[in-house]
């Protein structure tokens, strides 16, 4: 069982950076896809970056030079650090956590979302 609790969201005007943390709670040491999802009003929810459980990272290509997904496995905290924002980057961003074997953002199959936070970026 994993539990996943955001935190960081907020509003900033494009040009400005925020950074998201998630903080993972496991009963279990199994390892786990992490992962960033976000969800624009009236869109589909969609991947936006993960990190494998030996620091592999991927993103999408929308944020590839601007959001940076790292984690502090002694805090059990994952991040995301957002810079470069932009309008269109606004949305709910979800924390998410895969049990199994993908290894990338493009195939992440979420077994555990957090409750997400919002992101507002205005022109």
């Known amino acids: 069982q994993v539990q996943l609790t955001e935190s960081g969201g907020g509003s900033v005007q494009a040009g400005g950076s925020l950074r998201l943390s998630c903080v993972v709670s496991?009963?279990?040491?199994?390892?786990?896809?992490l992962g960033w999802f976000r969800q624009a009003p009236g869109m589909e929810r969609e991947g936006v970056a993960a990190i494998d459980y030996d620091g592999t990272t991927s993103y999408t290509e929308a944020v590839k030079g601007r959001f940076t997904i790292s984690q502090d496995t002694a805090k059990k905290t994952l991040y995301l650090q957002m810079n470069s924002l932009k309008p269109e980057d606004t949305g709910v961003y979800y924390c998410?956590?895969?049990?199994?074997?993908?290894?990338?953002?493009?195939?992440?199959?979420?077994?555990?979302w957090g409750q997400g936070t919002q992101v507002t970026v205005s022109p």
């Open positions: 998410a956590a895969d049990a199994g074997w993908a290894s990338n953002i493009a195939s992440m199959d979420v077994d555990y």
């Open positions: 496991t009963t279990t040491s199994s390892n786990y896809l």
